[in-house]
């Protein structure tokens, strides 16, 4: 994950079970035990370039939140928890009464963006959900467009998970202080 910008625990734990010869992958660390040897690694080896990558990455997060204000976003994922590095994406949740809108605002402002589904949980349910992927200032972005309705679902708990698992401007912005 740190050296080759593996990001779903899931594949990972797959590909290292596979490594390993192992049949599958549930003799492998919990994703809680592995955020920890990846934090721990990163800490170990990646010193000197983690931390700055990190930081510009949320530097981007910020921007992109600025500019997408009226879609009420959300950081989630590496570069919210600070295991971001330069393999990373920065990946924020949107929200929309009318899923057209965000596609308008990325015309209208001449972002070019690829369109794709993923099937993720909301609430008790699952939903294609339309995900958006284009570069700002030379680092990924994704963002997912969600219902406004589903903006008060939090993510399904994640027990293995270290400090909030969605963020606001406000949130992120806290985190770029010294």
């Known amino acids: 994950m740190a050296e080759e910008g593996v990001q779903d625990y899931a594949y990972a734990k797959q590909k290292a079970a596979r490594q390993a010869g192992l049949a599958d992958s549930h003799a492998l660390p919990d994703n809680r035990e592995i ?15 983690q931390p700055a990558e990190l930081r510009q990455l949320r530097e981007v997060a ?14 989630v994922g590496a570069v919210l ?18 899923p057209k809108s965000l596609p308008l605002f990325l015309l209208n402002r001449r972002y070019r963006f690829e369109q794709a589904e993923k099937r993720v949980r909301v609430g008790d349910d699952w939903a294609d959900v339309p995900q958006y992927f284009l570069e700002v200032d030379g680092a990924p972005v994704t963002l997912a467009l969600y219902g ?4 008060h679902l939090a993510p399904r708990a994640r027990p293995e998970a270290e400090g909030p698992q969605r963020a606001r ?10």
């Open 169 to 178: 401007l406000a949130e992120v912005e806290a985190l770029l202080r010294p």
């Open 81 to 98: 928890n600070g295991t971001a590095n330069q393999f990373s994406e920065v990946t924020l949740q949107l929200f929309a009464d009318d």
């Open 62 to 75: 910020v921007k992109v939140m600025r500019e997408f204000a009226q879609f009420r976003p959300m950081l």
């Open 35 to 49: 955020e920890a040897a990846l934090r721990e690694y990163q800490g170990l080896y990646q010193s000197d370039n």
């Open 148 to 151: 406004r309705g589903d903006e």
